[in-house]
């Protein structure tokens, strides 16, 4: 079975600073992916980034980047310069690597991120 | 181009009773879900389906939920003699055929009461 583990229920950054929100996660498939989501206080889940577990480098998009540890078993999102408009939960998440379930993701607790100006 | 869209977007229904939540894809995502999100449980897969293949059932709750998906496109999920434990946010996403990653996009949900 996979599980996925945020063991910070929240975090607070300081505008214009970075901020690692911290995941790990539970598998014995040596194939997965790795993704974030943001949550906004209006509810809809925003596609952040993804790391395939046979990625040689971290993912990287515009401010988010992911630390991917394999052998830690750890994938955890850092946001640079935090924006104001970053303030949200944050999901992480694991796809099945493959059979008919190949979509499904296992979600983690969420981490609550509010960004103080 | 439009996203996922879900309707209604929020349905208060008295306990017993049936209700469906419809959920409308990004056009041309092979790939559809319904996940649940509340408080004691989080985020939880319900249902997938791909394609023709059929669909993987493994996290329906009980036989009071079911779902369908017809012409590729359009799903409705229907939870039959609802309960107070139903209550949530029902989210629905799709993916695109033929992508490495198989990102979800989501639509705004779906928030159910049930009194």
């Known amino acids: 079975a996979q599980k996925i583990t945020q063991t910070q229920p929240g975090m607070f950054v300081q505008e214009k600073e970075a901020v690692t929100l911290d995941c790990t996660y539970d598998?014995?498939?040596?194939?997965?992916?790795l993704f974030w989501y943001k949550q906004p206080s209006s509810g809809e889940m925003i596609f952040l980034i993804y790391q395939g577990s046979y990625d040689q480098q971290n993912a990287t998009e515009g401010r988010y980047s992911l630390n991917f540890q394999k052998a830690r078993k750890s994938a955890n999102l850092v946001i640079s310069a935090s924006q104001l408009g970053d303030s949200a939960m944050y999901f992480c998440?694991?796809?099945?690597?493959?059979?008919?379930?190949?979509?499904?993701?296992?979600f983690g607790q969420g981490t609550i991120l509010t960004v103080h100006p | 181009g439009a996203g996922v869209s879900q309707s209604p977007s929020n349905k208060v229904t008295e306990k017993g009773k049936d209700v469906e939540l419809r959920c409308d894809p990004i056009?041309?995502?092979?790939?559809l879900y319904w996940y649940r999100q509340s408080l004691g449980q989080g985020l939880e897969f319900l249902i997938y389906f791909q394609g023709n293949s059929a669909p993987d059932k493994s996290g329906l709750p009980s036989d009071r939920f079911s779902a369908e998906r017809t012409g590729g496109s359009v799903s409705t999920l229907t939870i039959q003699r609802t309960q107070q434990e139903d209550s949530a946010v029902y989210l629905c996403a799709s993916s695109p055929p033929g992508t490495v990653t198989y990102e979800q996009y989501f639509g705004p949900g779906t928030r159910l009461t049930v009194t």
């Open positions: 056009s041309g995502h092979t790939a």
């Open positions: 998440a694991m796809r099945r690597p493959g059979g008919t379930s190949y979509g499904k993701l296992t």
């Open positions: 598998t014995s498939d040596p194939s997965y992916g």
